[in-house]
């Protein structure tokens, strides 16, 4: 819609140069002459302005001609392109970068729940208790024995509740009237005790055996470690 109106707008502004061309041609050829004798140069004259002014206006009309092409060829950016062109202004803002996941302990031992409760004494009964029963070949799962009773509902749910038991383990009646003959075996126990009671250790017996001794198992469901064999009724 806007180029035609261009070119319309054109051909009336050549239309109307051309037509003061000819007007002034006209002018200049009926302009009466003052004396014979000077005719000829005057009519040189006009001949002279006439071909200037022919030229003038033929310069006029194609200068004018050439802004109203570029007019039509090149349109103008209207305002709503130039705001498209132009990128919106954000505000800044601070990208959270998200705390790394807390990865939690990868307990495998069954125990995890009952280590904290267990003291410095208790550990001490344990060491003695594994040193008399095993001397430390097995000693694992003599703890482990003692350990799994604190978490059955029918026995005691402390260290010195499950030893002291009665008539349940042996060397509790003597547990430290019993001297330590072997030193590196008692040394060896207390590695034995460490290990069991550390967060990463995987026991190596099913959570119901209760029980053990040194002559055999009265039920199907058994292990030997050591000396001793380990037994339990599985639910």
């Known amino acids: 819609m806007e180029k035609s109106i261009s070119n319309h707008n054109y051909d009336i502004f050549k239309h109307f140069a ?3 061309l000819i007007f002034g041609i006209l002018i200049l050829c009926l302009a009466p002459s003052h004396s014979a ?3 000829n140069a005057k009519d040189a004259d006009k ?10 206006t033929a310069k006029v009309v194609d200068s004018s001609a050439n802004k109203q092409a570029q007019e039509v060829e090149t349109p103008t950016e ?16 601070e990208t959270e970068v998200p705390a790394p996941p807390v990865k939690e302990p990868d307990y495998h031992n069954r125990y995890a729940g009952i280590i904290p409760s267990i003291s410095d004494s208790d550990r001490d009964i344990l060491v003695r208790l594994v040193y008399h029963e ?9 703890m ?7 978490l059955d509902d029918e026995f005691p749910d402390t ?3 499950v030893v002291y038991q009665k008539n349940q383990f042996e060397p509790a009646k003597g547990l430290y009237a019993y001297p330590i003959k072997e030193p590196d075996s008692y040394a060896l126990c207390e590695e034995v005790v460490e290990k069991v009671l550390s967060a990463d250790y995987k026991p190596i017996l099913p959570s119901y055996y209760l029980y053990f001794n ?12 050591g000396g001793n064999v380990f037994y339990g009724y599985p639910a």
């Not at 040194?214 to 470690?225: M, V």
């Open 37 to 39: 004798g000077s005719a």
């Open 214 to 225: 040194n002559f055999g198992a009265d039920s199907d469901d058994y292990e030997w470690h």
């Open 18 to 20: 051309i037509a003061a």
């Open 134 to 142: 095993s001397r430390g070949i097995g000693g694992e799962a003599v």
């Open 78 to 93: 209207t305002a709503s392109e130039i705001n498209q062109a132009q990128p919106e202004a954000t505000e800044e803002t």
């Open 47 to 56: 001949a002279d302005v006439t071909y200037e002014a022919v030229i003038l």
């Open 144 to 150: 482990e024995t003692v350990l799994n009773r604190m």
């Open 159 to 161: 260290v010195e509740g």
